[in-house]
């Protein structure tokens, strides 16, 4: 990654920190973009260089899309050939996969705290679990040969993004929860719907 895009990363970031700081101190409706970008150090302008709303510089990055390199891994049959270990490797890129854990872990804690205390953001956390879910059924599509329109790669990946949405709920972002601890929440969430639906698995 080059200078400029570094310089581009951490402005976002300050942006994103400044509005979760500014928020959870004084309340959604009484902080501005223009405090915001004071809080950051740039212009208002510069702001909306990144985000459209204060509301969207308080979401963040989580839930990302699926990272690319793990798409195309999981797309091929990898990175272990068994499906559901493989998807959950892909939906763990989307919540922890990172160089510096620890400053994930905040930011999904602060984060947490601010979906508790302005319920409000819910309805665009929402909203961007539904485009990750619409990437991740093509990935499945792409990997099983289906169709994107079929009702196996879209029910797959509604599941998993129900899984998904359990899991961070349980999650509390300690020190003391690393990725192992993340998957296996997950694997967990994984066979209880297999012990709830296994008996269908049978029938037409």
């Known amino acids: 990654m080059g200078l400029r895009e570094r310089k581009k990363q951490a ?96 930011h999904m804690r602060l984060r947490k705290q601010l979906m508790e205390r302005e319920p409000q953001l819910v309805r665009g956390v929402l909203a961007r679990f539904h485009n990750v879910e619409t990437e991740l059924a093509a990935a499945i599509a792409e990997r099983t040969g289906a169709s994107p329109e079929d009702d196996h790669p879209l029910l797959v990946a509604a599941a998993a993004m129900a899984v998904m949405r359990h899991t961070m709920r349980r999650l509390h972002f300690s020190e003391t929860e690393e990725t192992a601890d993340v998957r296996a929440k997950i694997q967990a969430a994984f066979r209880h719907l297999g012990e709830a639906y296994g008996p269908y698995a049978s029938t037409d």
């Open 11 to 106: 402005t976002r970031r300050a942006l994103q920190d400044a509005a979760v700081r500014l928020t959870l101190e004084r309340g959604l409706e009484k902080v501005t973009v223009e405090e915001i970008a004071a809080e950051a150090d740039v212009s208002t302008r510069t702001f909306f260089n990144y985000f459209a709303t204060k509301e969207e510089a308080l979401l963040g990055d989580v839930p990302g899309t699926p990272d690319e390199e793990a798409r195309r891994e999981f797309v091929v049959g990898g990175p272990t050939g068994d499906f559901v270990e493989d998807l959950i490797t892909v939906l763990i890129t989307s919540l922890v996969s990172t160089d510096d854990l620890a400053t994930r872990r905040e």
